[in-house]
């Protein structure tokens, strides 16, 4: 597991932005936290480390968004609504992310339909506001050199 403290926004961005250059295609990541806690902001850092050139906004309501326009495509879902795994396979997001990079906001409610290569990401806010983001690799993830993300 690797620990990173970003004490704002900016520097929770920064990491998933230097994360992005670990990604492969077919890499799920999951993000776990509160409401509130920087999952979206963490996707969008990771998009601009992508070369997103779209706003990446929350997929609450739509449950899920397509990003086409970086070096690979990126989806994001947020299964924060959904009841069952059956309810995630339904919309396809693995298939609509073949080829790039899926990430699941709350997605540990869903992870027997992710597999086992996987980066969890779970986010936690202390009273400053300082977010502490927990990474567990586990599968592919786990011979990639996360500890490049703490300098």
Not at 12 to 40: E, F, M, Q, Y
Not at 85 to 111: C, M, N, P
Not at 122 to 140: C, Q, Y
Request: glycine residues 10%.
């Amino acid at each position: 597991m690797i620990e990173l403290i970003c004490r704002t926004e900016t520097d929770t961005r920064a990491a998933a932005g230097r994360l992005a250059s670990l990604c492969r295609p077919g890499d799920v990541i999951v993000i776990n936290g509160p409401l509130g806690s920087g999952k979206t902001a963490f996707t969008s850092g990771l998009a601009d480390g992508l070369g997103v050139e779209e706003r990446v906004t929350s997929p609450t309501f739509v449950l899920m968004r397509t990003y086409r326009s970086g070096f690979m495509p990126l989806v994001h879902v947020d299964v924060y609504r959904l009841s069952t795994a059956g309810e995630f396979e339904d919309l396809d997001a693995l298939d609509e992310a073949e080829g790039g990079v899926i990430v699941v906001e709350w997605g540990e409610a869903v992870a027997s339909a992710l597999g086992e290569d996987r980066l969890t990401i779970t986010i936690e806010v202390a009273d400053d506001g300082a977010r502490t983001l927990r990474m567990t690799p586990s599968g592919v993830w786990s011979s990639r050199p996360l500890e490049e993300l703490v300098s």
